[in-house]
């Protein structure tokens, strides 16, 4: 099944209105993912190209991570078939907004969708030009403790860092998000994980996320 994904205005912190416990925030005080000091290395092999030159950004990723959605540019790798084309493509498993807790006036476009083999596990890029997306860039979702706050640094560009892990019934969801105001837009990344059962005993869905990693090495922001 796909991952679940929150809907626009959900808001975290309490009891939600059908009874399920809403997502506790973990601290998340890691190191710039491009620091010099407990930065990985880029992602080694094959690897494939997304580059917006509408929104000036670009992400090199593993081959062999899935692209479930591509919008507002173009994919380019090793392969000639591929080199150059445009993919403005949308999976039907890859529902939900620009980012992960998108207030409801929040205008925004998911930019680019990544999916890691037999895992419930994504990278999602998503941005904003909309006035309330740009003024809620940064807002930790409703209930999140201001002292977990973290910072990293995406080629220049400082985020503002939180940790998420929701449980409910039906399983779990591990998230790591970062958000950024660069260029006159709100630049939105979530890595997500999902898994049934304890998230404490998600040792697949924590090693996908670290996996994930490799992709926000390689975001780069055109000036």
């Not at 540019?73 to 999976?91: E, F, K, L, V, Y």
């Not at 999140?144 to 892990?165: H, K, L, Q």
Request: charged content about 30%; aromatic content about 6%.
């Amino acid at each position: 099944a796909p991952i679940q994904e929150s809907q626009p205005g959900s808001q975290i912190g309490g009891d939600d209105a059908t009874g399920q416990p809403r997502p506790t925030v973990d601290s998340a005080g890691a190191p710039s993912a491009q620091d010099e000091q407990g930065a990985k290395p880029a992602a080694k092999g094959k690897t494939a190209t997304y580059k917006s030159d509408e929104y000036r950004v670009e992400v090199t990723f593993p081959r062999n991570l899935k692209v479930v959605n591509s919008r507002a540019g173009r994919i380019s790798d090793t392969d000639a078939d591929h080199n150059g084309s445009d993919r403005q493509s949308q999976s039907s498993d890859d529902q939900g907004s620009w980012k992960a807790f998108a207030g409801k006036d929040e205008d925004g476009k998911r930019l680019l969708t990544l999916k890691v083999p037999d895992q419930q596990a994504r990278f999602q890029l998503g941005v904003s030009r909309s006035t309330q997306g740009l003024s809620h860039c940064k807002d930790q979702p409703t209930g999140a403790a201001g002292d977990t706050e973290t910072s990293r640094t995406i080629d220049d560009v400082p985020f503002r860092r939180y940790e998420v892990t929701e449980a409910g019934e039906n399983g779990y969801r591990m998230m790591q998000s970062y958000r950024a105001t660069y260029g006159e837009a709100c630049y939105a990344i979530d890595l997500i994980a999902s898994g049934e059962g304890d998230a404490g005993d998600g040792e697949a869905q924590k090693q996908a996320l670290e996996d994930l990693q490799s992709v926000i090495d390689g975001i780069r922001f055109n000036k």
